[in-house]
């Protein structure tokens, strides 16, 4: 039985019409959808075991705690971590960006040197802007090849004794580029830098370790892994993590507090102020326990096929552009089109008269967008759930779409 | 594909297809440009004032269908008219023109280009 075929019933929202025609949801690289098993484990838990985290000295108060650390191991087994205090809890893959690059410029100095990637997401480059205003450091960007892959050979170039930071993505929301993350990671090391990796478009698709990949710090979504949003983990090397200030203060992440200091927390605690997002680690151990069910290797496979037929139907389109490697090349389960003659928020909105959500714009990638000479494209990325009928309807949508207008 | 009349009216259709105003204004006396920050649409509007009044005016921009019909539509109910008359132009207007059904995800389409026209006719001589 093909995935498709078996996950489907799971998923509640896929039986909607969306202007009255069966939903095609190819939008899952920005938000997945999520199963029944996520949903009712959400469910469950605020009917029966909601209590806050940590101090609550009764019964729901510990088996609320239970949960939210049983999320937490779940998450270090799924993505190979050495140690459960390597993995921090934060809001999202923003909000783990963020708190790395807060945290980092307080050591960073005038003329540092913090290398990215100019096929990033704004959310791996405007932490680093802040950090770089506030402390004085310098960011370099490392461009695309004409096949849409990160130079590598520029970017052993711009390494230098200046560098202390190199943040970049696993793999790229438009491009569907998977990056070299251990080699970026060692190559980082040599250099004596901090290897930060986005990993939200990584995390949906690929089997994870930690162990292999090496990085020192490594961001993702709970809400693009089929698990719910308001909810993100942030993985720290220990070496690094336990060497970070916390940059966010209140409770939780204390061991003792006097009018004028306090003494922090042990790790992951330390970067967890406040009371954390409880079902939505609830509902992310329930995503972890669906796709480990499934079989990453096999998530991956599906998702491959699909995205190679993907490249091949709607490159054979007249008019057509299809951006990222090409098909022969390993790529994650996105592609992005421009039809020429419209613009990407056009063909979206033609696209919804037929049930078929998919994204258009700049994809918060606006310097590669200024890169590929766009000023956006739509963009199609699927999930377990996509099947190769869906992908059959965007490209017939797609010989249509340009008399449409 | 049937664009629905209510999104993608005719009038949106004609004026994206053959803009009237759509050209740069070289001797323009005021000019100014922004982005949408959702989606990255850019319209740049250009002024001619003369004696108080909008003697010329075009736009371009690298924009959606929608954005380039309100363009297009803006700019005409500017020209002719006196500054404060042009200033006064407001998405309602442009709307009642362009005889669509804007969702609210597309509103900002509608009216990038009226702010742009406002911010040309501050920066104008």
Not at chain 1, 32 to 54: G, L, T
Not at chain 1, 74 to 101: K, M, Y
Request: with cysteine; aromatic share 4%; charged share 25%.
């Amino acid at each position: 039985m093909r995935l498709d075929q078996l996950t489907r019933p799971d998923f509640p929202i896929l039986d909607r019409v969306v202007n009255g025609c069966s939903l095609v949801y190819l939008d899952s690289a920005a938000s997945s959808q999520k199963p029944r098993q996520v949903i009712d484990a959400m469910v469950r838990y605020y009917e029966r075991s909601h209590a806050n985290v940590h101090r609550s000295i009764h019964t729901l108060g510990e088996e609320a705690t239970e949960l939210y650390e049983l999320a937490r191991d779940r998450v270090q087994t799924f993505i190979g971590a050495r140690h459960r205090e390597e993995i921090v809890f934060t809001r999202g893959t923003t909000d783990g960006l963020s708190l790395v690059a807060d945290a980092l410029a307080h050591r960073l100095r005038p003329g540092d040197e913090i290398v990215i990637a100019e096929m990033e997401h704004h959310s791996n480059i405007i932490p680093w802007q802040l950090a770089a205003r506030d402390s004085g450091a310098v960011i370099k960007a490392v461009p695309i090849t004409g096949e849409g892959h990160l130079d590598m050979d520029a970017f052993r170039r711009v390494l230098g004794t200046r560098t202390r930071v190199v943040a970049m993505t696993h793999v790229s929301n438009v491009l569907g580029t998977i990056n070299p993350v251990s080699e970026i990671a060692d190559l980082a090391r040599s250099a004596g830098a901090i290897s930060v990796i986005d990993g939200a478009q990584a995390i949906p698709h690929l089997s994870l370790d930690m162990s292999v990949l090496n990085c020192d710090f490594y961001a993702v979504s709970a809400h693009k892994m089929l698990g719910p949003t308001g909810l993100g983990v942030l993985y720290g090397r220990h070496e690094v993590l336990e060497g970070l200030e916390p940059t966010r203060g209140g409770s939780e992440m204390i061991k003792e507090v006097w009018i004028d200091r306090a003494r922090w927390n042990d790790l992951p605690w330390r970067f967890e102020p406040g009371t954390p997002p409880i079902a939505e680690a609830v509902g992310l151990t329930a995503a972890i326990e669906y796709l480990e069910k499934l079989g990453m290797d096999r998530v991956a496979e599906h998702e491959r096929a699909l995205t190679h037929q993907a490249l091949q139907a709607l490159g054979g389109i007249d008019r057509v552009r299809v951006f990222g490697p090409p098909p022969t090349h390993e790529r994650g389960a996105v592609v992005a089109f421009k039809v020429e003659g419209l613009h990407p928020h056009d063909v979206a909105a033609l696209l919804d008269t037929e049930g078929i959500a998919v994204r258009a714009g700049h994809h918060c990638a606006q310097p590669l967008m200024r890169a590929l000479g766009v000023v956006g494209t739509s963009r199609a990325s699927f999930s377990v759930y996509n099947s190769p009928a869906e992908v059959d309807l965007l490209a017939a949508a797609l010989e249509r779409v340009q008399s449409a207008l | 594909v049937t664009p629905p009349a209510a999104l993608y009216s005719d009038v949106i259709r004609e004026r994206w297809r053959r803009p009237r105003f759509r050209g740069e204004l070289p001797d323009a006396t005021g000019v100014a440009e922004d982005v949408n920050p959702l989606c990255g649409d850019r319209v740049r509007v250009s002024v001619r004032m003369d004696d108080g009044t909008v003697a010329e005016a075009r736009f371009v921009g690298d924009a959606c269908a929608i954005c380039l019909a309100s363009a297009d539509v803006t700019v005409e109910l500017a020209r002719g008219r006196s500054t404060a008359e042009a200033a006064a132009v407001d998405a309602a207007d442009v709307l009642a023109v362009l005889q669509a059904d804007i969702r609210p995800a597309r509103m900002r389409c509608v009216t990038l280009p009226v702010s742009v026209l406002g911010m040309a006719l501050g920066s104008a001589r």
